[in-house]
């Protein structure tokens, strides 16, 4: 940061001249294809409103340049590429700059959203006109500090990504961890075996629509887990609630009074313990066995067949004891990481748009 203090100190001691973008990018177009002309394949990427890239065969564009895109979910986001490229006839082609391409990128992805979303009108989808681009101000130190600015933000992405990715690598590892402990737990050769017919009952939810649901504290769940709240409930005990269609196999647990809806099966009552059931089903991996055919689901009788361990209930207490600290380690990984990441990229915004303000010079 010295260097830069040094460079800003040497070259813009009052300041830094402001200039419109289309005094300093001789060209703004958008490309012409249909967002569906990707290729599966192709040769060359192909640019639409997405954040991802695709491919396609044939290129319009052989250069360095900023793809923004115009509209949709992702309006604003920018790729930089230099090489041969197609583009959707709403996505931005940037080119021929004379000022660092890089410094403009890290400029527009500190303040475009922001004059994107002033410029929207209400109950509009966003977009970005010409002149949003064209008309847009910006800073123009000289082109020492320009390449500077660029080169301390580059190495602060670095240093991010690699820290997101050793943090999704952490939250796998514990995963797997947890996954392996958890078979090595609950099937033992020595335990018995029996048809889950044989230990509980699987119950159907029933309907209940989102304009029925009364304000309450009873927990609904559809086969996609907790969706709302209500004030009646199936059952008052801790129940497991298994995928019936839709997402067909997924599993929950709660210990809460709970309403489950027609999209799923439920279990509050067994001879078992019953998260120690829930433990064995997670272990099923149920959502790999749903028929295909239409609505994904899963069969009420395929549950009932499932051959499931029987320890004493003394050893299913301790399994489930043991399992729950696993799943509270891991549960505190997963959403520590959001936050984790959260924290970082807050970081990286607050010293790039730090690093991005300046004082205009005056004439």
């Not at 177009?29 to 640019?47: P, S």
Request: net charge positive; charged share 30%.
């Amino acid at each position: 940061m010295s260097t830069l203090k040094e460079l800003l100190k040497k070259h813009c001691p009052n300041g830094v001249e402001f200039k419109k973008m289309s005094d300093i990018c001789k060209s703004i177009k958008t490309g012409k294809l249909d967002a569906n002309a990707m290729e599966e394949n192709g040769k060359y990427r192909f640019y639409t409103c997405a954040k991802e890239y695709y491919k396609i065969n044939t290129y319009a564009f052989d250069c360095e340049a900023l793809l923004i895109s115009g509209n949709g979910a992702n309006v604003g986001y920018i790729h930089y590429y230099k090489g041969k490229f197609n583009a959707y006839q709403r996505t931005y082609v940037l080119t021929d700059f004379t000022e660092n391409i890089l410094y403009i990128k890290y400029f527009l992805d500190s303040k475009l959203k922001e004059r994107i979303d002033k410029e929207k009108k209400t109950g509009n989808t966003p977009y970005i006109r010409l002149n949003t681009l064209t008309d847009m101000i910006i800073p123009v130190p000289p082109i020492e500090v320009q390449k500077e600015i660029v080169r301390i933000l580059d190495e602060f992405t670095e240093k991010t990504t690699k820290l997101q990715e050793l943090l999704h690598k952490e939250t796998v590892l514990r995963k797997k961890q947890y996954e392996y402990y958890r078979e090595k737990l609950l099937f033992n050769d020595n335990f018995d075996k029996v048809n889950m017919s044989d230990i509980c009952e699987i119950k159907y939810g029933k309907a209940l629509k989102e304009k029925d649901r009364k304000n309450g504290e009873v927990e609904v769940y559809s086969s996609g887990g907790l969706i709302g709240w209500h004030n009646e409930y199936l059952s008052k005990t801790p129940s497991i609630i298994i995928g019936r269609k839709g997402s067909a196999g997924s599993v929950f647990y709660t210990d809460k009074s709970s309403y489950c809806i027609d999209t799923a099966f439920y279990i509050n009552e067994s001879n078992c313990n019953l998260k120690f059931i829930y433990y064995v089903l997670l272990n099923f991996e149920l959502h790999k066995h749903k028929k295909t055919d239409g609505v994904p689901g899963i069969n009420r009788d395929y549950l009932y067949n499932l051959k499931i361990p029987v320890p004493p209930l003394e050893e299913q207490e301790r399994i489930v004891n043991i399992l729950d600290k696993f799943d509270a380690l891991c549960n505190d990984i997963t959403r520590g990481l959001p936050a984790e990441i959260e924290m970082r990229k807050k970081q990286y915004e607050y010293y790039r748009d730090k690093l991005l303000t300046f004082k205009e010079k005056k004439v």
